[in-house]
Each structure stands twice: as C-alpha cells, then as structure tokens.
C-alpha cells in the first residue's frame, strides 16, 4: 500500500500581531511591538502549501484558532457580553489580554505529536495534542487542536493533552523526529527534551519539553520500547535561543540534519538511533559544524526550522529554508557546499515567509508533519485537503476578511474581535468543519 508524507500547515489568523509573549523566542522578542501585517502573513503562508501541493506533495490545512479567546477570560473572572469583556479585560488586564489575541496556533508543528499506523501496536495513527504549557498563550490551545485533529482525522486515535503540569510540559511534533528507511515502513521515533521534569528549574531560558512527557506520549501512542529514542538537548543550544529542538534539527527518512550543539550528548544520540534502527534501515547523520556555522547564525536565519522533505521523482532530499537562510553568509554557504557534495541533501529551496519568521518560526514551524497511507488519506477531511479550490476560496477570504496592518493600538479595538468572529463562521463552511466548531459559535 502506498504511503507518503503530508505537511498540513496552520493557516495563520487575522489577529496576527507581534506580541513578544515567548521567552526563550529571540526573534519573537527582538519583534515585540512591530506593526504586523496579518493579510500578507496569511498569503504568504497560503503561498507555500501551494508550492508544496504543486510540487506534488500531499498537503493539509489546520484552521486558525479562535481569538480572542474569551472561554480564558471568562475563567478569569469576566462577564458580561463579548464587547464587554473584551473592553473590560483591556482596562484590567491588558497582558493577559494579549495572551488571548495571540495567532500562536498557527505553529502547526506545535500542535501535537503524531504516530503513523506502521509504528503503532494496534495499526492505528495516533495523535496527541500539545499541552504547550510552558506559555500562558499556547497553554490556551490544546482543546480546540483536540476538535481540529479530529475533525481533520476521524479515523485516529485523538488523545487528550498531558496534564498542565510543569511535570508534563509537551511541545508536540517540534522536538519529535520520525525517520524511516520508507514511508509505510516500520520507523524509528526519536523524542527531544530538555529536562526531566521532576529535576529543579534550570538556569537560562526555559527548557520546555520533559522526559516525562516524551514517555507518556510513546505509551500512549503503543510504540513499544525497540524503536523508540529520548534525546537530551543541550543547554547550549537551548540558551543560544533554540526553544524548540526544531530549531536546531531536522529529519526525514533515513537523514538526521542537525548543528555540532543540538544535543547534550551526540554519540549516544546516534548509537541509540543506529541500534534502534537495526534491521529497519542505516541511518545518515549530517552534522554541521560549529565552525563552519555558528549557532548564532543558525538560529537567526533558522536553517534547521527548514522542511526536510522528498520531492516526487528526486533519489537526494530537498531542503525548504527560509529566505532568512539565504540572505545568512554562514548558512547560505553551508547550503551551497551541501548540496554540491555527496549528501543526502541534494537541494535547498528558498520561501518567504516573513511575516512568521519575525514572530519566531520558519517554514518548518508552520507544518505538522502526518505520514498516511493512501487510504488514510482517502479519509481525511475533504475540507482539510489543499486543492485549487479550496486555494482559491481561503485567498479570498483572506482578502476579504484580515486588516493589512495591525499594531498594538490596534488590538484594543473591540471590532477586530468582531471581524474575527465573522471570518471564522465562513472558514467553517469553507473548510467543511461542521457546526459550532468554534467556542463562539456553540454559545
């Protein structure tokens, strides 16, 4: 049975601002402030599924969160109608209002941690949403993924999100990397983290996702233990400013793409990854050096927060980065000498992607990565599955329905809730998302 991979990206929301809300998110908090521009962010974003779909990729839309989220408000004490609360939460609590305005959902590769059927016991694809609970906005987020993945995939099995608990921290699919000797074949999951959860808080930016709840995942996901690695990433990588391990590794198939610093301890990374991937496939660990790349530069023109992806007819792989990596000497250069040798990596495509890069996330944030057999993908939600059509409708949407500019002042306009409420009645017809989809749609 044919199987491949699918990147569904988060469509970006109109709300879309630079609020500086990620500690630990360098270019998160160099932005903070900036005037943003939400109807670009969105069509940039809608650009690159299309090149990805042309390209003859599989590809998928998630759809953008409710925002503000007033459910958070009204848990912390506000009443009264929509403009009330919303006017009331500006006067009284204007950071937690902020946090309720964030576009953060559409960081896909947040969303959740995800298991193709070919690994699991019982034959099933499993998915288990980010608890994200580090941060107070992407805290907010997991029970509305929770509806959006199982109305996206109504044959999986959806798992709740770990408890809130700082024991339990999950970041989802962005410290998770699959690699495979072939889509459909059994593969080998190497779960990152960057602390136990039960050791003391360590010094530095925060250290988001824990042992403990890599573990709960591959349980609950019935991996077994044969096949499953925990990685520890490094404090150097994580205080240089990679939040995440995407930001510092990438995979696909048979290929680990990583920086010299992305993992506290590298040789047993990959004798883990070599014995657990025994029988299955040789693993390729391409590893960059610090010398020839410093962290700094890697973080900055986000190289490894790039899409490693195999395009259709392409023996070598493709790496989709950031304008950002090619404006970057260091990185630009290591992508040309990458390619002209002999690696698995055979070519480096360049997107923009702007908008999100300077609220701290590339081309890879914006994807969750789901491998399907062609069945499975037979069963998505039609209205999940980017064609022209669907294409077409959500760009003009997008035109009609997302201001140009956004700015702090503007957030405190009770209209822009207003016109967020209105564009996401139509995206669920749109996107044929079923009725009351949305908290207030079901109020």
């Known amino acids: 049975m044919i199987s491949r991979e699918a990147n569904f990206d988060g469509l970006i929301g109109s709300t879309h601002n630079y609020g500086g809300l990620s500690d630990g998110n360098l270019a998160s908090a160099s932005n903070a402030g900036l005037i943003a521009s939400p109807k670009a962010a969105a069509l940039q974003g809608l650009e690159k599924m299309k090149d990805m779909h042309e390209a003859g990729l599989w590809q998928g839309v998630l759809p953008p969160q409710q925002r503000p989220h007033l459910p958070t408000l009204r848990r912390a004490g506000f009443s009264g109608t929509n403009k009330e609360i919303y006017e009331a939460a500006w006067k009284q609590a204007p950071r937690l ?20 059927s070919s690994d699991t016991v019982d034959g099933k694809l499993h998915l288990t949403p980010a608890n994200l609970s580090t941060m107070l906005h992407r805290s907010i987020e997991h029970p509305q993924t929770q509806r959006a993945l199982e109305t996206a995939f109504p044959f999986a099995s959806v798992h709740h999100a770990l408890a809130e608990q700082s024991v339990f921290a999950d970041e989802g699919a962005a410290n998770h990397v699959r690699l495979c000797g ?5 593969g080998v999951e190497l779960f990152v983290y960057g602390r136990a959860g039960y050791a003391v808080t360590r010094a530095g930016y925060p250290a988001r996702q824990t042992l403990e709840a890599s573990q709960a995942i591959a349980r609950s996901h019935k991996l077994g233990g044969v096949r499953t690695v925990f990685a520890l990433q490094s404090d150097a990588a994580i205080n240089a400013g990679a939040f995440h391990n995407d930001v510092v590794c990438v995979g696909a198939l048979q290929t680990l793409f990583y920086h010299e610093l992305a993992f506290a301890d590298t040789a047993s990374m990959q004798a883990d990854i070599t014995k657990a991937a025994d029988g299955l496939f040789i693993p390729n660990f391409v590893e960059v050096p610090l010398a020839e790349v410093p962290i700094e530069d890697a973080i ?19 790496l989709i980065a950031p304008l950002e990596t090619q404006e970057n000497v260091a990185t630009k250069t290591y992508c040309d000498k990458l390619v002209a040798s002999n690696s698995p990596i055979g070519e480096v495509r360049y997107v923009d992607v702007r908008q999100s890069m300077r609220n701290g996330g590339g081309p890879a944030c914006l994807r969750l990565r789901v491998s399907l057999t062609e069945k499975e993908w037979f069963e998505v939600n039609r209205g999940n599955k980017f064609s022209t059509k669907l294409y077409d409708g959500l760009k003009t949407w997008i035109n009609s329905n997302y201001r140009d500019t956004l700015s702090p002042e503007d957030l405190r306009d009770p209209n822009l809730m207003e016109e967020s409420f209105v564009a996401l009645d139509e995206l669920t017809r749109i996107m044929e998302l079923g009725e009351n989809f949305y908290p207030f749609q079901r109020i």
């Open 182 to 186: 072939a889509r459909g074949d059994h």
């Open 97 to 116: 209002m902020k946090n309720c305005l964030s576009a953060s959902s559409m960081w896909a590769a947040n969303a959740a941690t995800v298991s193709p």
């Open 300 to 318: 900055k023109a986000y190289l490894f927060n790039s899409m490693l992806v195999q395009m259709p007819d392409n023996d070598r792989l493709t």
